[in-house]
């Protein structure tokens, strides 16, 4: 069943279309790529999923519900969580801290509990957010400053928060992005195992091994349109997509 | 706890000391001390949307709303001062909605560059609408203010009005600022991007706590208005709205009681030269010091000395061979 | 309003307009490259006119080399102010913003003691008057408008003809990778200060001998120089030089018909607007 349908999908940026009439799915349970040159609009792509963008044109479904030009708070709310190309994190606080906030802000307690509760997180959330940590393999790092971890680290914490706010539907913007092959490798068996877990995933990647060893099925955006679909052998194998990579050095993994 | 214990005796030491000002001083202190605490409403009243990430550089249009409807209502309608206030306060809070509500999708300059020019309309505003507010005549004949029908004759009294005014503000907003909702602001202050992704409403929280500001800024001009009983439309422009910066920057951010101290210490050293150019050449140095060697505010003072100290008390004894 | 006194107000407001337009152009050249705002600039426009009365009227130096004097003092100040303010803050928004609103109120203040409290005038450069249409116009405004012309071609022909101006507009594009191509970034920054400054002093020296100076003068223009900047879309240089002229143009007209007071505070209540539902200015690309 469809947990995610995108119809049309598209965004224009004064003339030029970053997002253009792209129809998307993704089934309850999948791991789905999207892939595609610099420029293509995957980015775009999600900031429209998640409601950073307003589209265009065209609709997007979750779970159901049409979500279109709803705000990005409330498309976390329902679960559809995203995380950024560029590395964000709150950088003065520590890597629990961090998590903790992603457990806090999208725990929804009422008016009353916002103005009454004490800063203090309840011991029960502290064990949360370590336990999150310790799934990311984070754990030894709890106590640092984020802007002192190591790059890959930040990295990963970014998708420790987007999990402690109980994400469905996981949007990862290239989540690999400067790491090394023995890192990449450990974060592709995370999302693996996210997935295990029970939540869908999309993912945003131009390290096309990491791509084609954890997606079920890619979709392929080139100049805001989508270009092919299929598994990772299909695609990889699609003429036009061979011709829309030549000459951006990607191809050949 | 020991350090929560030290806290409470040095806020309980302060808060005695501030009620004795009348009894030790003169009604020449019991006024300086009562427009210190006017400004430390005002600071504190900003920090909410600073901590939020909004520049906010025209807070004091907010102060001069709340002065010019308390003055006007109880001048011209005669109605009780409390009720003056609060409509004063409420009127300078629905001004911060209407503001307030269409700027939130404006970051960092463009949030700055509004405020600025909303604190230029509120005293051209002030100053063109002769028949209302007497311009730049100035407005007089500003009622004492009053507690239940009683007129506060004495300085004193109305001394110990606004620091009644002030604990309660306050202890209001430092609860908020130890919520969960002192950490949403925070949160946002942080990274809106990330907060929004996380759930955060972020346009909510920025509007309710820019709207508290100007709440409670309405108040302290109400008060004001009140105290002074004149009220001149450039008094609350721009150099007003800077000053209220500069407590919380020279004050410190970090911490809640930064504004507060910004304010105490800046009132009180530029006391001698209130009203001159000095005054302001003062202010304006203590912030471009501030901000150039001390980025963290008073605040982080004895933070940095007790550094400093140990980092010499390491050097001294054993004086390093090599760097 | 009768013809002449439309184009009276006309011919006053282009001169006006290219005042502003000085003003305006290295605001929003240092908000395109540091992202920015000088709220200095109104000060550096104070201490431009306020050389031209020691040097040109105090001292008797003619008006050419005053006028130069003032740029290039006041451009070794931005340099300055590049070095020793923006420099050691390291590009946080907030903070420069704040410190350079503290030097801007410590300029302002610092001239009452330096300057004395009284209002000073600058005789006349350029005394009487021209007919044109049948209208009297002074020549001091008049001179006004090719003095800013030709600074502005100046600008255009350093920003698009030199190396230094192409590495300028690298970092407006993309400071990182100017770095990367070996632009020094904190060499053109100051260059912008240096810039900035002295348009801004240049545009006090051409008001010294029309207004009369005091260490407050400089609020107006800079306040009109931000509208200006929202007008054309900040960072825009055609857009600051479109918003100027429009500015001038309505600020003469509109003044002269309400007062001065009340047109002000219609452009801020338009500023408000534009900033609010229009954020990259009238002329610019929403995005
Ligand atoms: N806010 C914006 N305003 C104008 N143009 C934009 C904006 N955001 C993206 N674009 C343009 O839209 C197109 C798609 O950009 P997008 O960031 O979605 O690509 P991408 O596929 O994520 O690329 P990359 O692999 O480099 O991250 C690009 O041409 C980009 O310049
Ligand atoms: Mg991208």
Redesign the pocket.
């Known amino acids: 069943m469809a947990l995610l349908e995108t119809r049309e999908l598209t965004r224009l940026?004064g003339g030029?279309a970053?997002v253009s009439r792209v129809d998307l799915t993704v089934d309850k349970g999948e791991i789905v790529g999207l892939i595609?040159p610099?420029?293509?609009?995957?980015?775009?792509?999600f900031n429209l999923l998640t409601g950073f963008l307003r589209p265009t044109r065209g609709s997007i479904v979750f779970d159901g519900e049409d979500i279109t030009g709803l705000r990005p708070h409330q498309i976390a709310a329902r679960g559809l969580v995203r995380t950024f190309?560029q590395t964000t994190l709150f950088q003065d606080l520590t890597a629990l801290e961090n998590v903790l906030l992603g457990l806090h802000l999208s725990s929804g307690k009422g008016p009353r509990q916002v103005l009454f509760s004490r800063r203090h997180f309840p011991a029960d959330e502290i064990a949360r957010g370590r336990e999150v940590l310790d799934f990311t393999g984070l754990a030894a790092h709890a106590d640092q400053l984020s802007r002192n971890l190591p790059h890959g680290h930040q990295r990963v914490l970014g998708i420790a928060m987007a999990l402690a706010a109980q994400p469905r539907l996981l949007l990862l913007d290239?989540p690999v992005t400067g790491m090394n092959l023995d890192e990449s490798g450990r974060v592709m068996d995370l999302v693996k195992t996210i997935r295990s877990r029970g939540t869908t995933i999309l993912l945003?990647e131009?390290n096309m091994k990491a791509v084609m060893g954890t997606c079920e099925r890619i979709v392929v955006?080139n100049f805001?349109q989508k270009l092919a679909e299929g598994t990772p052998s299909q695609v990889s194998t699609s003429p036009d997509v061979i011709q829309a990579y030549l000459g951006t050095g990607v191809a050949d993994a | 706890m020991p350090r929560k214990l030290g806290v409470s005796i040095v806020l309980a030491v302060l808060v005695i000391l501030a009620l004795l000002v009348p009894e030790l001083g003169g009604d020449y202190y019991v006024h300086v001390f009562a427009l210190v605490f006017t400004n430390v409403i005002l600071a504190a009243s900003l920090r909410p949307s600073l901590t939020c990430g909004q520049l906010n550089i025209g807070h004091s249009a907010f102060m001069s709303i709340g002065a010019y409807t308390s003055a006007l209502l109880a001048k011209n309608l005669a109605v009780p001062f409390e009720i003056a206030l609060l409509c004063g306060a409420l009127l300078a809070a629905a001004v911060g909605l209407a503001i307030g509500y269409p700027s939130l999708r404006l970051r960092g300059v463009y949030f700055a560059m509004v405020t600025v020019a909303f604190v230029e309309v509120i005293r051209l505003i002030a100053q063109l609408w002769v028949s209302l507010t007497r311009g730049m005549s100035g407005l007089s004949g500003i009622p004492k203010p009053s507690l239940l029908g009683m007129t506060l004759t004495t300085r004193a009294s109305q001394y110990y009005l606004v620091v009644g005014l002030a604990v309660v503000i306050l202890l209001v907003l430092w609860k908020l600022e130890h919520s969960r909702l002192g950490l949403i602001w925070k949160s946002i202050g942080m990274g809106d991007n990330l907060a929004q992704s996380l759930g955060v409403n972020i346009a909510r929280h920025k509007l309710l706590a820019f709207m508290l500001g100007c709440f409670f800024a309405g108040t302290a001009g109400a008060f004001y208005a009140h105290f002074i009983r004149f009220l001149f439309p450039p008094e609350f422009g721009f150099l007003m709205a800077t000053n209220i910066l500069v407590y919380n920057y020279v004050g410190g951010r970090g911490h809640f009681v930064g504004p507060i101290l910004g304010a105490i210490f800046l009132s009180l050293l530029s006391e001698p030269f209130r009203g001159s150019p000095y005054e302001t050449i003062f202010f304006s140095i203590a912030m471009l010091l501030t901000i150039l060697f001390l980025p963290g505010g008073l605040i982080t003072l004895p933070g940095k000395l007790a550094e400093l100290k140990r980092w010499r008390a390491a050097a001294s004894p054993t004086p390093s061979p090599a760097a | 309003m009768t013809f002449a006194l439309f184009v009276q107000s006309a011919i006053v407001g282009v001169s006006l307009g290219s005042i502003y337009i000085l003003m305006a152009l290295g605001l929003t050249l240092m908000f395109g490259m540091m992202h920015i705002i000088n709220f200095a600039h109104g000060a550096v426009y104070m201490l431009g006119a306020f050389v031209i009365y020691y040097i040109f009227f105090q001292g008797g130096a003619p008006y050419f080399a005053a006028f130069v004097a003032s740029m290039i003092l006041l451009g070794v100040f931005g340099y300055l102010v590049e070095r020793s303010i923006y420099r050691p803050i390291k590009g946080g928004i907030e903070p420069t913003l704040v410190a350079l609103l503290a030097l801007t109120t410590f300029l302002q203040a610092a001239g009452y003691p330096v300057f004395g409290q009284l209002d000073k005038h600058v005789p006349p450069v350029f005394p009487g008057t021209r007919n044109i249409l049948g209208v009297g116009i002074s020549v001091e405004r008049l001179m006004i408008i090719p003095v800013a012309a030709a600074l502005v071609i100046a600008l255009y022909l350093f920003i698009n003809k030199t190396r230094l101006g192409a590495a300028m507009r690298a970092i407006e594009q993309d400071k990182e990778a100017a770095a990367l191509q070996g632009v020094n970034v904190h060499v053109v920054n100051g260059l912008a200060f240096a810039i900035g400054f002295a348009l801004a002093a240049a545009s006090g020296a051409l008001m010294a001998p029309i207004f009369k100076l005091d260490p407050m003068m400089g609020e107006q223009p800079l306040l009109k120089a931000f509208i200006i900047i929202i007008l054309g879309g900040l960072g825009s240089v055609p857009g600051a030089i479109l918003g100027g002229l429009m500015l001038g143009l309505i600020d003469s007209i509109v003044a002269t018909a309400l007062g001065a007071e009340p047109a002000f505070l219609l452009s801020f209540v338009f500023i408000i607007m534009l900033l609010l539902f229009r954020p990259t200015g009238l002329f610019g690309y929403a995005?």
């Open positions: 940026f030029l970053a595609g610099n420029g293509a609009g995957k980015t775009t792509c190309q290239e945003v131009h955006l805001g | 995005s």
